[in-house]
Antibody
Framework: EVRLVESGGGLVQPGGSLRLSCAASGFTFSPYWMSWVRQSPGKGLEWVANLKGDGSEKNYVDSVKGRFTISRDNAKNSLYLQMDSLRAEDTAVYHC????????????????????WGKGTTVTVSS | EIVLTQSPGTLSLSPGERATLSCRASQSVSSSYLAWYQQKPGQAPRLLIYGAASRATGIPDRFSGSGSGTDFTLTISRLEPEDFAVYYCQQYGNSLWTFGQGTKVEIK
Protein backbone atom coordinates (compact mmCIF):
# COMPACT_ATOMS: atom_id res chain seq x y z
CA GLU A 1 0.00 0.00 0.00
CA VAL A 2 1.31 3.44 -0.96
CA ARG A 3 1.42 5.51 2.19
CA LEU A 4 2.68 8.82 3.59
CA VAL A 5 2.75 9.41 7.35
CA GLU A 6 3.64 12.78 8.84
CA SER A 7 4.99 13.39 12.33
CA GLY A 8 6.71 16.05 14.37
CA GLY A 9 3.90 18.52 14.89
CA GLY A 10 3.15 20.16 18.21
CA LEU A 11 2.77 23.37 20.16
CA VAL A 12 5.57 25.91 19.77
CA GLN A 13 5.97 29.52 20.81
CA PRO A 14 6.23 32.33 18.26
CA GLY A 15 9.80 32.57 17.03
CA GLY A 16 10.43 28.91 17.76
CA SER A 17 11.37 26.01 15.52
CA LEU A 18 9.93 22.65 14.61
CA ARG A 19 10.98 19.86 12.24
CA LEU A 20 8.31 17.85 10.47
CA SER A 21 8.92 14.42 8.98
CA CYS A 22 7.05 12.43 6.35
CA ALA A 23 7.69 8.70 6.07
CA ALA A 24 6.96 7.15 2.70
CA SER A 25 6.23 3.49 2.08
CA GLY A 26 4.85 1.24 -0.64
CA PHE A 27 6.65 2.93 -3.53
CA THR A 28 10.13 3.84 -4.71
CA PHE A 29 10.59 7.23 -3.07
CA SER A 30 13.67 8.66 -4.74
CA PRO A 31 12.36 9.50 -8.24
CA TYR A 32 9.44 11.61 -7.07
CA TRP A 33 9.09 15.31 -6.42
CA MET A 34 7.45 15.74 -3.01
CA SER A 35 5.48 18.63 -1.56
CA TRP A 36 4.29 20.04 1.74
CA VAL A 37 0.78 21.52 1.78
CA ARG A 38 -0.83 23.12 4.81
CA GLN A 39 -4.36 23.88 5.93
CA SER A 40 -5.05 26.51 8.56
CA PRO A 41 -7.98 25.88 10.92
CA GLY A 42 -11.24 26.22 9.03
CA LYS A 43 -9.49 27.34 5.86
CA GLY A 44 -8.39 25.97 2.52
CA LEU A 45 -5.26 24.30 1.22
CA GLU A 46 -2.02 26.21 0.73
CA TRP A 47 1.03 24.76 -1.01
CA VAL A 48 4.17 25.41 1.07
CA ALA A 49 7.19 23.86 -0.66
CA ASN A 50 8.33 21.15 -3.03
CA LEU A 51 11.54 19.26 -3.67
CA LYS A 52 12.86 17.28 -6.61
CA GLY A 53 13.66 13.59 -6.17
CA ASP A 54 17.43 14.06 -6.12
CA GLY A 55 17.16 17.15 -3.90
CA SER A 56 18.61 19.45 -6.55
CA GLU A 57 15.61 21.77 -6.97
CA LYS A 58 13.29 23.24 -4.39
CA ASN A 59 10.60 25.90 -4.37
CA TYR A 60 8.71 27.74 -1.64
CA VAL A 61 5.63 29.91 -1.28
CA ASP A 62 6.70 33.50 -0.63
CA SER A 63 5.33 33.56 2.94
CA VAL A 64 7.81 30.92 4.17
CA LYS A 65 10.91 31.78 2.13
CA GLY A 66 13.93 32.24 4.39
CA ARG A 67 12.17 30.57 7.33
CA PHE A 68 11.32 27.04 6.15
CA THR A 69 13.66 24.48 4.57
CA ILE A 70 12.49 21.38 2.74
CA SER A 71 14.84 18.39 2.53
CA ARG A 72 14.80 14.63 2.07
CA ASP A 73 16.75 11.48 2.83
CA ASN A 74 16.10 8.97 0.06
CA ALA A 75 17.93 6.23 1.96
CA LYS A 76 15.33 6.59 4.72
CA ASN A 77 12.37 7.24 2.37
CA SER A 78 11.72 10.43 4.27
CA LEU A 79 10.81 14.04 3.57
CA TYR A 80 11.38 16.85 6.07
CA LEU A 81 10.31 20.43 6.70
CA GLN A 82 12.46 22.51 9.02
CA MET A 83 10.39 25.43 10.24
CA ASP A 84 12.17 28.33 11.93
CA SER A 85 10.99 31.76 13.12
CA LEU A 86 7.49 30.41 13.41
CA ARG A 87 4.54 32.78 13.44
CA ALA A 88 0.94 32.43 14.59
CA GLU A 89 -0.15 32.35 10.95
CA ASP A 90 1.88 29.16 10.42
CA THR A 91 -0.61 27.30 12.62
CA ALA A 92 -2.03 24.56 10.42
CA VAL A 93 -2.25 20.89 9.61
CA TYR A 94 0.75 20.08 7.43
CA HIS A 95 0.34 17.37 4.78
CA CYS A 96 3.04 15.83 2.65
CA UNK A 97 2.08 14.80 -0.86
CA UNK A 98 3.64 12.91 -3.74
CA UNK A 99 3.90 14.89 -6.96
CA UNK A 100 3.28 13.19 -10.29
CA UNK A 101 4.70 14.56 -13.52
CA UNK A 102 3.37 12.36 -16.29
CA UNK A 103 3.82 12.77 -20.02
CA UNK A 104 0.65 13.42 -22.01
CA UNK A 105 0.35 10.84 -24.79
CA UNK A 106 1.13 12.12 -28.31
CA UNK A 107 2.17 15.55 -27.05
CA UNK A 108 5.20 17.16 -25.43
CA UNK A 109 3.12 18.27 -22.46
CA UNK A 110 3.10 16.88 -18.94
CA UNK A 111 0.40 16.41 -16.37
CA UNK A 112 1.21 17.83 -12.93
CA UNK A 113 -0.78 16.72 -9.88
CA UNK A 114 -0.48 15.33 -6.35
CA UNK A 115 -1.73 11.77 -6.18
CA UNK A 116 -0.90 10.53 -2.68
CA TRP A 117 -1.39 12.52 0.50
CA GLY A 118 -0.70 11.93 4.17
CA LYS A 119 -3.29 12.67 6.86
CA GLY A 120 -1.16 15.45 8.24
CA THR A 121 0.46 16.62 11.46
CA THR A 122 -0.79 19.61 13.44
CA VAL A 123 1.41 22.60 14.17
CA THR A 124 0.19 25.20 16.65
CA VAL A 125 2.16 28.42 17.12
CA SER A 126 1.02 30.17 20.27
CA SER A 127 2.38 31.68 23.46
CA GLU B 1 1.01 34.21 -9.22
CA ILE B 2 -2.14 32.69 -10.69
CA VAL B 3 -5.17 33.05 -8.43
CA LEU B 4 -7.92 30.44 -8.61
CA THR B 5 -11.43 31.53 -7.62
CA GLN B 6 -14.01 28.83 -6.96
CA SER B 7 -17.74 29.32 -7.01
CA PRO B 8 -20.10 28.98 -5.38
CA GLY B 9 -18.63 28.92 -1.89
CA THR B 10 -21.31 26.50 -0.76
CA LEU B 11 -23.64 24.33 -2.82
CA SER B 12 -26.72 22.92 -1.06
CA LEU B 13 -28.12 19.94 -2.93
CA SER B 14 -29.96 16.69 -2.32
CA PRO B 15 -28.66 13.18 -3.06
CA GLY B 16 -29.31 12.32 -6.70
CA GLU B 17 -28.98 15.91 -7.89
CA ARG B 18 -26.31 17.24 -10.23
CA ALA B 19 -23.51 19.41 -8.85
CA THR B 20 -21.63 21.90 -10.99
CA LEU B 21 -18.54 23.52 -9.45
CA SER B 22 -16.60 26.32 -11.10
CA CYS B 23 -12.91 27.24 -10.94
CA ARG B 24 -11.79 30.45 -12.62
CA ALA B 25 -8.12 31.39 -13.05
CA SER B 26 -6.75 34.94 -13.03
CA GLN B 27 -4.81 34.11 -16.18
CA SER B 28 -4.73 31.24 -18.65
CA VAL B 29 -3.76 27.85 -17.22
CA SER B 30 -2.57 24.85 -19.18
CA SER B 31 -5.26 22.18 -18.96
CA SER B 32 -2.61 19.59 -18.18
CA TYR B 33 -1.76 21.50 -15.00
CA LEU B 34 -5.31 21.68 -13.57
CA ALA B 35 -6.49 19.16 -10.95
CA TRP B 36 -9.46 18.71 -8.62
CA TYR B 37 -9.44 17.24 -5.09
CA GLN B 38 -12.10 16.15 -2.61
CA GLN B 39 -11.62 16.57 1.12
CA LYS B 40 -13.78 15.31 3.96
CA PRO B 41 -13.44 16.54 7.57
CA GLY B 42 -10.35 15.19 9.29
CA GLN B 43 -9.12 13.47 6.14
CA ALA B 44 -6.40 14.07 3.61
CA PRO B 45 -7.34 15.50 0.23
CA ARG B 46 -8.12 12.88 -2.43
CA LEU B 47 -7.22 13.35 -6.09
CA LEU B 48 -10.29 13.22 -8.33
CA ILE B 49 -9.33 14.76 -11.68
CA TYR B 50 -6.02 15.65 -13.31
CA GLY B 51 -5.31 17.26 -16.64
CA ALA B 52 -8.65 19.08 -16.24
CA ALA B 53 -10.62 16.07 -17.47
CA SER B 54 -8.88 12.77 -16.63
CA ARG B 55 -10.30 10.78 -13.73
CA ALA B 56 -7.79 9.45 -11.21
CA THR B 57 -7.61 5.74 -10.49
CA GLY B 58 -10.70 4.43 -8.73
CA ILE B 59 -12.77 7.59 -9.14
CA PRO B 60 -16.40 6.86 -10.16
CA ASP B 61 -17.54 8.05 -13.57
CA ARG B 62 -20.16 10.33 -12.02
CA PHE B 63 -17.23 12.73 -11.52
CA SER B 64 -16.16 14.61 -14.63
CA GLY B 65 -13.98 17.62 -15.35
CA SER B 66 -13.96 20.03 -18.25
CA GLY B 67 -12.75 23.43 -19.32
CA SER B 68 -9.74 25.24 -20.68
CA GLY B 69 -7.95 28.57 -20.49
CA THR B 70 -9.33 30.35 -17.45
CA ASP B 71 -12.60 28.47 -16.85
CA PHE B 72 -12.80 24.94 -15.50
CA THR B 73 -15.70 22.88 -14.18
CA LEU B 74 -16.11 19.83 -11.97
CA THR B 75 -19.43 18.05 -12.42
CA ILE B 76 -20.91 15.36 -10.20
CA SER B 77 -23.73 13.87 -12.26
CA ARG B 78 -25.75 12.35 -9.42
CA LEU B 79 -24.73 13.07 -5.87
CA GLU B 80 -24.20 10.07 -3.61
CA PRO B 81 -24.21 10.48 0.20
CA GLU B 82 -20.42 10.08 0.30
CA ASP B 83 -19.91 12.99 -2.14
CA PHE B 84 -20.83 15.69 0.37
CA ALA B 85 -17.45 17.26 1.04
CA VAL B 86 -15.24 20.22 0.12
CA TYR B 87 -13.76 20.35 -3.37
CA TYR B 88 -10.60 22.21 -4.39
CA CYS B 89 -9.13 23.03 -7.76
CA GLN B 90 -5.35 23.33 -8.07
CA GLN B 91 -2.97 24.55 -10.72
CA TYR B 92 0.76 24.30 -11.32
CA GLY B 93 2.77 27.04 -13.00
CA ASN B 94 6.27 28.56 -12.85
CA SER B 95 7.37 25.94 -10.29
CA LEU B 96 4.59 27.00 -7.92
CA TRP B 97 1.25 25.48 -6.99
CA THR B 98 -1.93 27.30 -6.04
CA PHE B 99 -5.31 26.10 -4.82
CA GLY B 100 -8.74 27.61 -5.05
CA GLN B 101 -10.46 28.45 -1.77
CA GLY B 102 -12.81 25.47 -2.05
CA THR B 103 -16.48 24.76 -2.65
CA LYS B 104 -18.43 22.98 0.06
CA VAL B 105 -21.12 20.63 -1.21
CA GLU B 106 -23.61 20.16 1.61
CA ILE B 107 -26.82 18.21 2.03
CA LYS B 108 -29.89 20.33 1.48
Amino acid sequence: EVRLVESGGGLVQPGGSLRLSCAASGFTFSPYWMSWVRQSPGKGLEWVANLKGDGSEKNYVDSVKGRFTISRDNAKNSLYLQMDSLRAEDTAVYHCARVRIVGVTTTTEYYYYMDVWGKGTTVTVSS
Amino acid sequence: EIVLTQSPGTLSLSPGERATLSCRASQSVSSSYLAWYQQKPGQAPRLLIYGAASRATGIPDRFSGSGSGTDFTLTISRLEPEDFAVYYCQQYGNSLWTFGQGTKVEIK
